[in-house]
């Protein structure tokens, strides 16, 4: 299951190159998916070598989910003036 979830959020990103809020949704859901990731990793004591490609997996995403809201905004600004 979480594969295939794996697999939609990147054919999402790949998507979300021409359509915007797609790419939204698919950097959001794929940061969530990694944070729990995350979160399992550390609940079970892996090292750190372990859990940092979850970790720099949810980073990315992460940024690229903040980078586009905060670009969304700035459009939202502009056409109200």
């Known amino acids: 299951m979480v594969g295939c979830f794996e697999l939609l959020g990147g054919?999402?990103?790949i998507i979300g190159i021409f359509h915007k809020r797609i790419l939204i949704v698919s950097s959001l859901g794929l940061?969530?998916?990694m944070l729990m990731g995350v979160a399992v990793r550390i609940k079970?004591?892996?090292t750190l070598i372990q859990t940092l490609p979850?970790?720099?997996?949810f980073l990315i995403?992460?940024?690229l989910f903040s980078d586009l809201m905060i670009e969304r905004r700035k459009q939202k600004r502009k056409s109200i003036r």
């Open 11 to 13: 054919l999402g990103c």
């Open 61 to 63: 995403n992460m940024v």
């Open 54 to 57: 979850a970790i720099l997996y």
């Open 31 to 33: 940061s969530l998916m």
């Open 44 to 46: 079970i004591n892996d």
